[in-house]
């Protein structure tokens, strides 16, 4: 069975860091593309990262760019999104997405769910 579970959300102040985590099963994540999507209070889904298949890809969006970094350990079928200089802005429910394809950026088809990051003072 395919899943995957978030985990790693909080509480944390303008500025901080955090580090989400990503455990899959059921599939390996060598195969396939990975995001992380987030939806803020009232909002549609946000794409804010994605890596290939191959691990050799990664992009992200330009509101989290220079401060969010997608990463994974293929040992562990585990993806990280690591969450620095966090603004009031980035609060949201984080989740991971396994995509059909290898692409970084394809659809998804599995969902996790979710884990929730506010940033306040």
């Known amino acids: 069975e395919v899943q995957v579970v978030e985990s790693g959300g909080g509480l944390v102040q303008p500025g901080g860091s955090l580090r989400l985590t990503c455990e899959a099963s059921?599939?390996?994540?060598?195969?396939?593309?990975m995001s992380w999507v987030r939806q803020a209070p009232g909002k549609g889904l946000e794409w804010v990262a994605c890596v290939n298949g191959e691990g050799t890809v990664t992009n992200s969006a330009d509101a989290v760019k220079g401060r969010f970094t997608i990463s994974r350990t293929d040992a562990l079928n585990t993806l990280y999104l690591q969450m620095d200089n966090l603004k009031p802005e980035d609060t949201a429910v984080y989740y991971c997405a396994k995509s059909w394809g290898v692409v970084c950026g394809a659809s998804s088809d599995y969902w996790g769910q979710g884990t929730q990051v506010t940033v306040s003072s």
């Open positions: 059921g599939f390996s994540i060598t195969k396939y593309g």
